[in-house]
């Protein structure tokens, strides 16, 4: 009987050795994978936020900015042309940026931005990726006779307003994209991190 209490306890201690060195080697083993999941400078780089200073952004016009492999616009955009936004609202099939994936919420607004004559939009066509053309002027187009200004996307002929919103009866079926971004000071904007935390 008292062999089969040190068998016993021999046993137990066999069991607790495998157990911790089960633990131990399962944590070997997951030290490679946490590695694989940590991005690389490069990538940590690449989603990175991006500082753009538009203090030399003219009225009326754009700036392209790359952030995380998009291109970014920024505009700025006329008095008429802010004008302009609310009279297209009849022939967009989003005018109030419902979808609620394409805005932050401080762009949920009729202008879709922070400031309203400061607009920015990510520059990819939400049909299937084409980059849509600047065409800010207020006037005729061969692709819209009511043009007001926006975005015209040669691919399958998509339509958007200075605001990014689409219009109805094109195949984008939805808003251009706002991305997260801040005013840090009047001339320079972070896009890609926001004061409500989005990144
Ligand atoms: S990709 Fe822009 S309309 Fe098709």
Redesign the pocket.
Known sequence: MADHGVNTGRRRFLTATTAVVGAGGAIAAAVPFLKTWQPSARAQVAGAPVTVDISKLEVGQRLIEQWRGQPVWLIRRTPEQLAALASQDGRLRDPNSEVVDQQPTYAKNATRSIKPEIAVLVGT??????S?LFKPELQAQPFDAEWKGGFY??????RFDLAGRVYAG???PINLKVPPYRFIDDNHIEIGVDAEGAA
């Open positions: 066509c939400t049909h299937l990726g084409c849509p996307c040669p691919c399958h002929n998509s094109v195949p984008a």
